[in-house]
């Protein structure tokens, strides 16, 4: 069975300073792709990155991008210019490419809460 | 405005209580999902529904019984619940069940 793990719960950072939320996962598949989602206070879980398992090319969202290290299963999520609206829970989750009884699995992790300080 | 509906935002409910939770969605989306989120635990899927038909259901108790009736629509009927169901429950859509989920803001369920 696959498995999502994010060993920090906390994390801090000074405003405009980088920051680095790690993931680890567990799967036997070859094929399938990462998420980090972030769930601010008002609770609303907005999708900030997706990493395709296939493309060796780490995905870059603006601000936000991923240290992709496949062989060593390792996801984690870099912040550049952190902002006070960075603040929030951030989900690192797990989607298989292939389909079980008609749909994909969502297999999520536990979560790093992101402080940002002025 | 997420675009994912969740009502009501907040519900305090008694073990023996019969109470719904209800998701709307206007994206266009075909899949829908529920998920529980307790505290310092992983978020947990509870069930998928792919153009209405219930694909996924993870050993969720029989207490906890969803309903599709069309594709903007997610209920979440509840029965006999237990202290340890306290929780927020998520709901989200996406375009077909193999795209990335858009969530709305949950309910966050007290049991007495």
């Known amino acids: 069975a696959q498995t999502v793990t994010q060993s920090q719960p906390e994390m801090s950072v000074q405003e405009a300073e980088t920051v680095t939320l790690s993931c680890t996962y567990d799967?036997?598949?070859?094929?399938?792709?990462l998420f980090w989602y972030k769930q601010p206070p008002s609770r609303q879980m907005i999708l900030v990155i997706r990493?395709?398992?296939?493309?060796?090319q780490n995905a870059t969202e603006n601000r936000f991008s991923v240290n992709f290290q496949k062989a060593a299963k390792s996801f984690s999520l870099k912040i550049s210019d952190s902002q006070l609206g960075d603040a929030a829970m951030y989900f690192c989750?797990?989607?298989?490419?292939?389909?079980?009884?008609?749909?994909?699995?969502?297999?999520f992790g536990t979560g790093t809460r992101l402080k940002v300080l002025a | 405005e997420t675009g994912v509906t969740q009502t009501p935002r907040h519900l305090v409910m008694g073990m023996t209580n019969k109470k719904s939770l209800k998701c709307e969605q206007h994206l266009g989306h075909n899949a829908m999902y529920w998920y529980k989120q307790s505290a310092k635990k992983p978020l947990e899927l509870m069930f998928v529904y792919n153009f209405k038909e219930q694909t996924e259901n993870n050993s969720v108790p029989s207490r906890f019984s969803p309903e599709c009736p069309n594709s903007s629509h997610l209920f979440l009927h509840l029965h006999t619940l237990q202290p340890e169901d306290s929780a927020l429950y998520l709901c989200?859509?996406?375009?077909?069940?193999?795209?990335?989920?858009?969530f709305g803001d949950g309910t966050r369920l007290s049991i007495l």
């Open positions: 990493q395709e398992a296939y493309k060796q």
């Open positions: 799967t036997s598949e070859s094929d399938y792709y």
């Open positions: 989750a797990y989607r298989s490419a292939e389909r079980a009884s008609g749909t994909y699995k969502y297999i």
């Open positions: 989200a859509s996406s375009p077909i069940a193999d795209q990335p989920q858009h």
